[in-house]
Structure formats: C-alpha cells, structure tokens
C-alpha cells in the first residue's frame, strides 16, 4: 500500500496519560500535515512540517501537543496529559511540496478515545 | 477570513438526481479549491479541485462551478448513485498549503 500509513487506528487512553500518533507519508512525499475532525464537524489545520523541521503549528494548542517529523522514521503527532477534549480523529495528510498546486492525500486517521 | 462556508449541512436526492453544494470564501489569496469526499472510518480523499484562473472543471460525474468575483464555488455530481453517499468536503489554501476546510456536506442517494 502506497498511501498514508496512520497508526494507530484507534486509541484509548485515561486522562493524564499520553497519546502518540504515528504517520508515515505516501512514498516521495516529504510535507506532512496534521488535521483534527471532532464529531459532526469538519478538519481543522493543526500543524505543518517538514523532514526535521515545523514549518506552521498555527493550529496547534499552545499547551500539551507536539509534533516531530524526524530524518528517519513517521511523523509523530503526541499529546500529554490527555484531557476529554482531545477525543477526536486525528488526519494525517502528505504531499510532494508545499505549493498549493500539490494535492494531499490523507491518511484513514487515529480516532482517539479518552475515558 | 480563513473561514470556508459550506452550504448546505445536510442533502437527500433520489438516484439520477444532481446534488449541489455551494462554498463561499473571504481571503482573496487562497488559489487552490478542492473537494474531498468522506466514508464512515476513513479518510477524506481527493475528488476534484480547481484554481481560480478557470470556471469550470469537470472530472466524470463531478463538475466545479467557480466565480471568482462572487468568492464561491460549487460542487455538481451529475447522475447520483447511492454508492456517492458520503460526507463532502471543500477546502482553500493558498501558498502555504494548509488546507482551510468547510463544514461539510452529508449527502444522501436514494435508490
């Protein structure tokens, strides 16, 4: 399967713990994005990297989320301290360059449960 | 004026029928306007998506209708099946890629 790989598809954690989603870009694409859809609702922009680098966390809560986008290895997307709130599916997304005329194509998302 | 409002939320056509759902936007610089399509559990994928400097684009059964002047455009799906019930999705970006997403439109296809 050439696409966006996330893992886990789903997951659940008590809250306080910590939560780490895992995506790995379709082959040749070095831009991943992370998007969050909370029920009934549409996906909002989280963060934008680049291999070793964040390019915009614009959309990143300013306490508790984090995002790393290694030399080797998938994105990782961590959120400490899960509170209710955070239940959501989280998208990863990947293209081949940041211009607007390159599509991004997402992953099937981490559906994270906090009890 | 990153906002992208879709219209409407919620959409019921018999099979053959054209559902169209209509997006406005504010910023003047987004210049890519896709639209992804939904299943239950999985992730958005890409549809259809078009540029500013043309009207209309047409991709089998989907067609964009976009007016530049009035900041809107539409999503057209000639000949609906049941199999094209799904949730929809516009979106606009504009040099730094991120995409800005409406609402979404839940669609449904009677046979």
């Known amino acids: 399967n050439a696409g966006v790989m996330q893992n886990p598809r789903h997951l659940v954690r008590r809250r306080g713990q910590e939560a780490r989603l895992r995506c790995s870009p379709m082959?040749?694409?070095?831009?991943v994005y992370w998007y969050r859809q909370l029920p009934e609702e549409g996906l909002k922009f989280m963060v934008y990297?680049?291999?070793?680098?964040?390019?915009?966390e614009s959309g990143m809560p300013k306490e508790r989320f984090s995002a790393e986008f290694p030399k080797e290895g998938p994105s990782i997307l961590r959120i400490q301290q899960v509170v209710r709130g955070d239940s959501a599916a989280y998208f990863c997304?990947?293209?081949?360059?940041?211009?607007?005329?390159?599509?991004?194509?997402f992953g099937d998302g981490t559906r994270l449960s906090i009890l | 004026q990153q906002q992208v409002k879709q219209s409407p939320q919620s959409l019921i056509v018999q099979k053959g029928g054209i559902p169209i759902i209509n997006c406005a936007y504010e910023n003047t610089a987004f210049d890519y306007f896709p639209w992804y399509q939904q299943f239950p559990g999985k992730g958005p994928a890409l549809l259809i998506a078009i540029r500013p400097d043309v009207s209309e684009k047409k991709e089998g059964r989907f067609t964009i209708s976009f007016n530049k002047s009035a900041k809107q455009f539409s999503l057209h799906i000639m000949d609906s099946q049941p199999g094209d019930s799904a949730t929809y999705f516009c979106?606009?970006?504009?040099?730094?890629?991120?995409?800005?997403f409406g609402q979404g439109t839940t669609l449904q296809v009677k046979p």
């Open positions: 082959k040749g694409h070095s831009h």
């Open positions: 997304a990947s293209s081949r360059d940041y211009h607007s005329n390159q599509p991004q194509h």
């Open positions: 990297l680049q291999k070793e680098n964040i390019i915009d």
């Open positions: 979106a606009a970006s504009g040099n730094t890629g991120k995409l800005i």
